[in-house]
């Protein structure tokens, strides 16, 4: 059975850093990602739908840029749930997902990326930068979206948290 890869790797109107699309996502989050249609799907509602089928793969073929995208937000959906494996309540998910998006992360091409096999490192500084925001505010805008589809009754779902342990990939952020 075949991994489930993004429906955005035919869109070639965005703009790419590394080998990394700069895809729209629905927020309110200052960022360098244009803005998406309210009402269609985006990359951040795609991952949140395919994780949970996505992480049980070992090995995921990348068929386009998009994909890269979707790789690292379903390894950034893993270290999300171990930040709840305690059971915080939904407002302390919040704080502490708000909190992890906003601390520091290795992008492509530092020595402490997990993936730099599979992405190209930026071009140069401003790139780099642009490729920083860019995650950060998807990051963020994970943080904001993960609490309110995996609470149940103020405590994370059994059938999301299940998937905690999992490694997509065998890798970890």
Same mark, same amino acid.
């Given at each position: 059975?075949?991994?489930?890869?993004?429906?955005?790797?035919?869109?070639?109107?965005?703009?790419?850093?590394?080998?990394?699309?700069?895809?729209?996502?629905?927020?309110?989050?200052?960022?360098?990602?244009?803005?998406?249609?309210?009402?269609?799907?985006?990359?951040?509602?795609?991952?949140?739908?395919? #994780?949970?089928? !996505?992480? %049980?793969?070992?090995?995921?073929?990348? =068929? $386009?840029? *998009? /994909?890269?995208?979707?790789? @690292?937000?379903?390894?950034?959906?893993?270290?999300?749930?171990?930040?709840?494996?305690?059971?915080?309540?939904?407002?302390?998910?919040?704080?502490?997902?708000?909190?992890?998006?906003?601390?520091?992360?290795?992008?492509?091409?530092?020595?402490? #990326?997990?993936? !730099?096999? %599979?992405?190209?490192?930026?071009?140069? =500084? $401003?790139? *780099? /930068?642009?490729?920083?925001? @860019?995650?950060?505010?998807?990051?963020?805008?994970?943080?904001?979206?993960?609490?309110?589809?995996?609470?149940?009754?103020?405590?994370?779902?059994?059938?999301?948290?299940?998937?905690?342990?999992?490694?997509?990939?065998?890798?970890?952020?």
């Amino acid at each position: 059975m075949p991994a489930y890869h993004s429906a955005f790797n035919e869109e070639k109107d965005f703009r790419s850093v590394g080998n990394m699309v700069l895809l729209p996502i629905k927020t309110r989050v200052r960022g360098p990602s244009p803005i998406a249609d309210p009402d269609s799907e985006d990359i951040i509602d795609e991952a949140l739908n395919l #994780f949970r089928a !996505n992480v %049980l793969f070992r090995n995921f073929e990348i =068929k $386009g840029p *998009a /994909d890269r995208v979707l790789i @690292y937000l379903i390894l950034y959906i893993t270290e999300c749930l171990n930040k709840l494996t305690k059971n915080p309540s939904l407002r302390e998910a919040e704080k502490l997902l708000t909190t992890a998006a906003l601390g520091n992360f290795a992008i492509p091409g530092d020595a402490q #990326f997990p993936l !730099n096999a %599979l992405y190209e490192p930026p071009a140069n =500084k $401003g790139d *780099a /930068d642009l490729l920083r925001q @860019y995650i950060s505010q998807l990051r963020q805008e994970m943080a904001v979206r993960l609490p309110n589809r995996i609470y149940e009754n103020d405590r994370p779902g059994k059938w999301w948290m299940c998937f905690h342990k999992r490694k997509f990939m065998n890798k970890v952020l």
